[in-house]
């Protein structure tokens, strides 16, 4: 992933950015507000660079390893070397410790914070905020970036940033105050072009600089020297991504906690739906079955298809073979219907039709009744009926007639 580099001023008005990929610079080096800074920062992680000046940075031997511990202590540690109360200051500590000391930061909560607004103000998402001083190589090493009016000094007994007017006196007190393990070289980035370099060297005789250049300036020493898992990131605790994110999306979580249980109503409501839809249509299909049986109880289903377009497609085979003409079952049922509808006590068990010929199995409460059955369905339809078979049983009487157009 892409790192874009941002350095801001104070006020966050003015910024200079410079977007990093595999430890390349990717473009010219860009200047405007931050707002121009927006588009860059798309898709790239964001590292925001501070001045120095307006942060508290220093080595400091705290005991344990409990971080949530370490950071309560930090403030105790630090207080007599501080301006501002404890109280006003936010405190970040570096991911681990080197021979014992941890690097310390602090920063007035009311910067801190107006540094995120800006961002926020510019729709831009900062993932690590930190001292520009801490863009230089954190090894043991004395390291010294010259720039036009200003310089960033860190060695691994202290670090700051001063004009370049003052930086041999502050540079020359550091370096006598070193009791041990005095370097033996300051390695020097002259991003300044302003013959800085030969200044010290006339001040600080008995110091040697091994002068580098520095053709994309602080960003791309930072882009070779920035480490994400040992960078100390301002942005811990109160300030940190995590929180600020479950702040952000604290107010919508009652709403996705009922989006969620409506979604889970909805689905329960969907699969109890398909079930009885599914036992409907099972029952739908055993009645369409039982009514398959009684319209052709002597026909076997073919395998491999329905019943229902089993009866489909014999009911068209039965139009085709009556054709267009008159005297099919649909105008004989039409013609016989009413009659069969008006015998009292009568009960139709199956319908049989063949070459204009209907077969009609039926139960009557009475013999009585047969013949004048027979009467008006001739009487009334004009067609020829004829008994096929007959039996009783008690009262009631089991027929069988055929009936066809006569002629």
């Known amino acids: ?71 309560k202590a930090v403030p105790f540690a630090v207080e007599d070397q501080l301006v501002e109360d404890v109280e006003n200051m936010h405190f970040a500590l570096s991911p681990q410790a080197n021979n014992g000391r941890y690097l310390v930061t602090a920063v007035e909560e009311k910067m801190l914070a107006y540094w995120q607004s800006a961002l926020r103000a510019a729709g831009i998402h900062a993932d690590v905020l930190m001292p520009d001083v801490l863009a230089l190589p954190g090894d043991n ?41 005095k370097p033996d070289v300051i390695n020097v980035f002259d991003c300044g072009r302003a013959n800085h370099v030969a200044t010290l060297q006339s001040l600080m005789r008995d110091m040697e600089f091994n002068v580098q250049s520095c053709p994309d300036g ?16 301002l942005l811990q605790g ?20 009922l989006l969620l249980v409506w979604v889970a109503w909805q689905l329960c409501f969907n699969i109890f739906n398909y079930l009885r839809l599914n036992s409907q249509s099972n029952q739908l299909n055993e009645q369409l079955a039982q009514v398959y049986k009684t319209a052709f109880p002597a026909v076997k289903k073919p395998g491999g298809i329905s019943e229902r377009n089993d009866m489909e497609r014999r009911l068209k085979d039965l139009r085709k073979q009556q054709g267009a003409g008159g005297g099919g079952l649909s105008e004989m049922l039409g013609q016989t219907g009413p009659v069969l509808k008006e015998m009292q006590g009568m009960n ?8 204009g010929r209907m077969d009609i199995e039926l139960s009557l409460k009475s013999s009585n009744q047969l013949d004048p059955l027979k ?30 157009r006569k002629g």
């Open 1 to 71: 992933m892409r790192t874009l580099f941002l350095r801001i001023d104070p006020t966050a008005s003015q910024a200079s950015w410079q977007l990093i990929d595999n430890a390349q610079p990717v473009g010219p080096v860009g200047r405007g507000s931050l707002h121009d800074a927006m588009r860059p920062a798309y898709h790239a992680q964001v590292v925001v660079l501070v001045t120095t000046e307006d942060v508290f940075v220093n080595y400091v031997e705290l005991p344990g390893k409990n971080r949530q511990k370490l950071l």
């Open 141 to 181: 090493a004395w390291t010294l970036l010259l720039e036009p009016e200003r310089a960033l000094v860190r060695t691994p007994v202290g670090m700051f940033a001063s004009d370049v007017g003052n930086l041999p006196l502050l540079l020359g007190n550091l370096y006598q105050q070193t009791a041990v393990d």
């Open 218 to 233: 602080i960003f791309g020493i930072a882009a070779k020297h920035y480490e994400p898992r040992t960078a100390v990131n």
């Open 238 to 257: 109160d300030y940190s991504v995590e929180r600020n994110l479950k702040k952000y999306f604290k107010p919508w979580l009652t709403a996705g906690s």
């Open 348 to 355: 139709i068990k199956s319908v049989r039709y063949f070459e």
């Open 375 to 404: 009467d008006r369905i001739s009487k009334q339809t004009g067609m020829t009926v004829e008994v096929q078979q007959a039996s009783s049983k008690g009262e009631q009487t089991d027929v069988r007639l055929q009936i066809k």
